[in-house]
């Protein structure tokens, strides 16, 4: 039984994938493999990697450019997540009535796996790395993809997987249609890419929502109780699944909570109780729990045995670039958040150090709405760095909240600045609450300079 119900889409014909990234490639080699004329377009230039790829697959493929009279005639279109939907290309596409869908919606089709399936506005990396951890640890064949890992199509054509732990963005979520998650997570839900929604945050809401849509009564949703947006949306967006919500505040019957002895406790309905030390969770901090409590709901709805899980948990590792500790030095510890592209990742990171932080910010800003974080930088920030061309705002924001706003001229000078406003118990934190794309590639090289001028001083 696939993941999508029927074969609504053509199996067969001219299938074009917009888009040459990671899962745009996945989608062409599984098309070839099902047996599709497959034409990949891109826009930009296709990275060397890719472009190999495609060539050793021998799967057509242009760059630079969109050939409409080479796309206007496929039967089945899949897009790249990173392609708005006011692209002329695609509302033309939209106009014909192509049908037009996300690699995991493709990719689904073709797939009996069990799929566990993480959205939120923050969180959601951490969450679905610790979910993979836990069933891997077990020894479950499980496979990781979606927003991270290797292409879900790919994995589907290549290395299929018992089960697959997937991240997914409400930009993937707007391309699915029929697609169905075993267990569907929505972590939290708080303004962010609301340009792609018109701005109207209900629009954004809707599209995380779609992560429950065609659930059954035999599968399981998982959601934040604490989250006041999730919470309110729960009416207009039902669900045949299983609930099983998560709290830090209150009790609850059936899912994830921590009482009044600091113990999360995992209660999931025909399975063994769990229970364990909030002090032994590996990553610490309020939304730390959260991640925790949603990932170990995961592992025991999938009948993971107690003493594996605690280990897991124990002993968790998080991902480069998400509040990863670079090094101490002098006292001081410096950490890499570059992953903190918008302003709740930021309180998020705030909320998890209880010393001084000396804190780097800045770069493209979306929009961003400041006020959230102004009484956590009073409490604990006693200066502010800014990177990236979009200082006026952040200047703004906290001038009256903090002593020290300065501007930097580069990576290496925010850090060396740093370091003399730093003093022994401090922490150096790089989150910016803005994307990076001024000064940077990307979030990565962001961090890894970050990095680098760290490890100089």
């Given at each position: ?355 001084e932080i000396v804190l780097i910010m800045g770069g493209v800003d979306k929009g961003n709405d400041y006020d959230m974080l102004k009484d956590l930088v009073q409490a604990k920030v006693k200066a502010i760095i800014c990177i990236g061309k979009d200082t006026g705002r952040i200047h703004e924001a906290f001038e009256d909240d903090t002593e020290v706003i300065v501007n930097s001229a580069s990576m290496s000078d925010a850090v060396q600045i740093a370091s003399h406003l730093a003093k022994k118990g401090d922490t150096v934190l790089l989150s910016p609450a803005c994307a990076s794309f001024d000064w940077f590639k990307n979030y990565e090289e962001r961090g890894d300079k970050f990095k680098e001028a760290v490890m100089t001083l």
């Amino acid at each position: 039984m696939s993941n999508i119900a029927h074969n609504y889409y053509p199996q067969a014909g001219r299938l074009v994938i917009l888009g040459a990234g990671e899962s745009g490639v996945g989608a062409a080699i599984l098309g070839k493999d099902k047996g599709f004329d497959v034409f990949v377009s891109d826009m930009g230039q296709i990275a060397d990697t890719y472009k190999k790829q495609l060539e050793q697959e021998q799967i057509a493929f242009e760059e630079g450019k969109h050939s409409v009279e080479l796309i206007l005639n496929a039967d089945l279109l899949v897009k790249s997540p990173g392609i708005p939907e006011k692209a002329p290309l695609i509302k033309e596409l939209r106009s014909l009535g192509k049908p037009l869908i996300s690699e995991i919606e493709f990719a689904a089709q073709y797939t009996d796996a069990k799929l566990y399936c993480i959205t939120g506005s923050n969180g959601k990396t951490t969450t679905t790395m610790l979910t993979y951890t836990l069933l891997k640890n077990a020894g479950l064949d499980v496979g990781l993809a979606g927003n991270i890992g290797n292409s879900f199509a790919l994995q589907v054509a290549r290395e299929p997987h018992a089960c697959y732990v997937l991240e997914i963005s409400s930009f993937m979520l707007d391309d699915m249609y029929h697609f169905r998650a075993d267990v569907a997570v929505i972590l939290n839900i708080t303004p962010d890419h609301l340009d792609r929604y018109e701005y109207k945050m209900e629009n954004y809401v809707a599209s995380k929502f779609r992560m429950v849509q065609n659930q059954r009564d035999t599968d399981y949703f998982i959601y934040c109780l604490d989250d006041p947006e999730t919470v309110a949306a729960l009416d207009k967006h039902p669900t045949k699944a299983m609930h099983l919500p998560f709290s830090a505040e209150q009790e609850v019957e059936q899912g994830a909570f921590v009482d009044a002895h600091n113990k999360l406790n995992i209660i999931v309905p025909h399975r063994e109780a769990f229970t364990m030390n909030i002090e032994e969770l590996s990553l610490q901090g309020k939304h730390n729990v959260y991640n925790n409590s949603a990932a170990g709901l995961i592992a025991k709805v999938q009948e993971l045995r107690n003493q594996s899980m605690k280990e897991s948990m124990g002993s968790f590792v998080n991902i480069e670039h998400r509040l990863e500790h670079v090094a101490c030095i002098g006292g001081v510890n410096y950490i890499n958040d570059s992953k903190a592209t918008n302003v709740n990742s930021v309180w998020y990171a705030l909320e998890s150090f209880s010393t001084e932080i000396v804190l780097i910010m800045g770069g493209v800003d979306k929009g961003n709405d400041y006020d959230m974080l102004k009484d956590l930088v009073q409490a604990k920030v006693k200066a502010i760095i800014c990177i990236g061309k979009d200082t006026g705002r952040i200047h703004e924001a906290f001038e009256d909240d903090t002593e020290v706003i300065v501007n930097s001229a580069s990576m290496s000078d925010a850090v060396q600045i740093a370091s003399h406003l730093a003093k022994k118990g401090d922490t150096v934190l790089l989150s910016p609450a803005c994307a990076s794309f001024d000064w940077f590639k990307n979030y990565e090289e962001r961090g890894d300079k970050f990095k680098e001028a760290v490890m100089t001083l």
